[in-house]
T-cell receptor, first 114, second 114 residues
Framework: GNSVTQMEGPVTLSEEAFLTINCTYT??????LFWYVQYPGEGLQLLLK?????DKGSNKGFEATYRKETTSFHLEKGSVQVSDSAVYFC?????????????FGTGTRLKVLA | EPEVTQTPSHQVTQMGQEVILRCVPI?????FYWYRQILGQKVEFLVS????????KSEIFDDQFSVERPDGSNFTLKIRSTKLEDSAMYFC????????????FGQGTRLTVV
């Protein structure tokens, strides 16, 4: 079945450090891939998405590239800020497998220190 | 900007009581979802709903759960007889289309069963 695996957290970085959060997936078809962010006490917000291989999603300085050959969708940011502290969820949706649901990874908590 | 609205934001209920969680999806969306997140854990799919019927449900969504779209705007999740382990954050989501389209999430309802 389809699944998403994320790196374990928490990740603690100093402000302006480089961020990578790894995400790999297993899917039977050609899924769309998403990163959602959950700020403390809030719901899930879409951060970025990619719908086909080699697409790069980007938003607010975050980027992720859909790599079919390595089944990965790693999240990166060149210079993190304290305000980026949140939980980040990688997710996929694979309509080709006959399902409409989104499958989430376990989430990675990021803490950025000033 | 259109958004998914959930009420209440927090509900405390006694074990064995029925609860109804309410959601107003984005008006032109056709696909509706409920997810839950037990504190500190992953976001889990419960059910998807399209064309006035359940399109998919997870093994969590047993006979104690039901969903309904009672009118043109609301989408509800009912838990018939709550258990302690139902305590979680419940997220409603909606999307224009299935699979590769973005799902918009509400802020969540925190359900506490005592």
């Amino acid at each position: 079945g389809n699944s998403v695996t994320q790196m374990e957290g928490p990740v603690t970085l100093s402000e302006e450090a480089f961020l990578t959060i790894n995400c790999t997936y297993t899917a039977t078809g050609y899924p769309s891939l998403f990163w959602y962010v959950q700020y403390p006490g809030e719901g899930l917000q879409l951060l970025l998405k990619a719908t086909k291989a080699d697409d790069k999603g980007s938003n607010k300085g975050f980027e992720a590239t859909y790599r079919k050959e390595t089944t990965s969708f790693h999240l990166e940011k060149g210079s993190v800020q304290v305000s980026d502290s949140a939980v980040y969820f990688c997710a996929l949706s694979d309509r080709a497998s006959g399902t409409y649901k989104y499958i989430f990874g376990t989430g990675t908590r990021l803490k950025v220190l000033a | 900007e259109p958004e998914v609205t959930q009420t209440p934001s927090h509900q405390v209920t006694q074990m064995g009581q029925e609860v109804i969680l309410r959601c107003v999806p984005i008006s032109n969306h056709l696909y509706f979802y409920w997810y839950r997140q037990i504190l500190g854990q992953k976001v889990e799919f419960l059910v998807s709903f399209y064309n006035n019927e359940i399109s998919e449900k997870s093994e969590i969504f047993d006979d104690q759960f039901s969903v309904e779209r009672p009118d043109g705007s609301n989408f509800t999740l009912k838990i018939r007889s709550t258990k302690l382990e139902d305590s979680a954050m419940y997220f409603c989501a909606s999307s224009e289309g299935p699979g590769n389209t973005e799902a918009f999430f509400g802020q969540g309802t925190r359900l506490t069963v005592v």
